[in-house]
């Protein structure tokens, strides 16, 4: 599978964005999606995931009721809608993918998107 990720920017404080991963290759409706991100010189941190077909998402606490994941199968892309975003958001944004809804949160994903960048001003 291969996983384009667009949609990053700068925003102010306050301010929203969503970012797209699509993806190419498998279908698409196999794979438990993820959202991490990464600062440099920090480990990269789970974000949002959700399962095949998007009955089930998962968030990290610092995101919950800010940030919602969703996806589209018809056009193999999942999506992260973020809202009230921080300069504590601020970090490369990556996509990922994986064939079981087993620990989403940890970075063991099978794919990996090229990771966009979001800056949030304050």
């Known amino acids: 599978v291969q996983l384009q990720a667009c949609g990053g920017g700068l925003v102010q404080a306050g301010g929203s964005l969503r970012l797209s991963c699509a993806a190419s290759?498998?279908?698409?409706?196999?794979?438990?999606m993820g959202w991490f991100r990464q600062i440099p010189g920090k480990e990269r941190e789970f974000v949002a995931a959700?399962?095949?077909?998007?009955?089930?998402?998962y968030y990290a606490d610092s995101v919950k009721g800010r940030f919602t994941i969703s996806r589209d199968n018809a056009k193999n892309t999942v999506y992260l809608q973020m809202n009230i975003l921080g300069p504590e958001d601020t970090a490369v944004y990556y996509c990922a993918a994986k064939g079981s809804s087993w620990h989403v949160q940890s970075v063991q994903y099978d794919y990996w998107g090229q990771g966009t960048q979001v800056t949030v001003s304050s």
């Open positions: 290759g498998r279908p698409f409706s196999n794979y438990v």
């Open positions: 959700i399962t095949w077909s998007g009955s089930s998402t």
